[in-house]
């Protein structure tokens, strides 16, 4: 069975913090990729930043770069995301995934994906 659970989602001010978590039970989740990606009503859904599998190499989307840090913890089956200096314009379902991705890339087609958890940030 596969299976990725996320939480820390929530309402917050604009400046404020949050720390996502999932939980993913993912067999051989050490030879995995793995991102969060986030998702507003009407638009596509988009890479906010990857760790590829080795957690040699981590992406983050332009408007998340130096706010925003990925972490995974494969003795945990683990993947975090910090989430600093909150703007209204991150405001998303947020979802982990978990798969193969091209190096480089951080885009939405994994093989793995959580629920999503909704994160708001109010002005």
């Known amino acids: 069975q596969v299976l990725l659970v996320e939480s820390g989602g929530g309402l917050v001010q604009a400046g404020g913090s949050l720390r996502l978590s999932c939980t993913a039970s993912?067999?051989?989740?050490?030879?995995?990729?793995l991102g969060w990606f986030r998702q507003t009503p009407g638009k596509g859904r988009a890479g906010v930043s990857c760790?590829?599998?080795?957690?040699?190499?981590?992406y983050y989307s332009a408007s998340v770069k130096g706010r925003f840090t990925i972490t995974r913890d494969n003795a945990k089956n683990m993947i975090y995301l910090q989430m600093n200096t909150l703007k209204p314009e991150d405001t998303a379902m947020y979802y982990c995934?978990?798969?193969?991705?091209?190096?480089?890339?951080?885009?939405?087609?994994?093989?793995?994906w959580g629920q999503g958890t909704q994160v708001t940030v109010s002005s």
């Open positions: 995934a978990a798969g193969i991705l091209r190096v480089g890339v951080c885009r939405p087609d994994l093989d793995y």
């Open positions: 993912v067999r051989n989740v050490e030879a995995l990729d």
């Open positions: 760790v590829s599998w080795n957690d040699a190499n981590k």
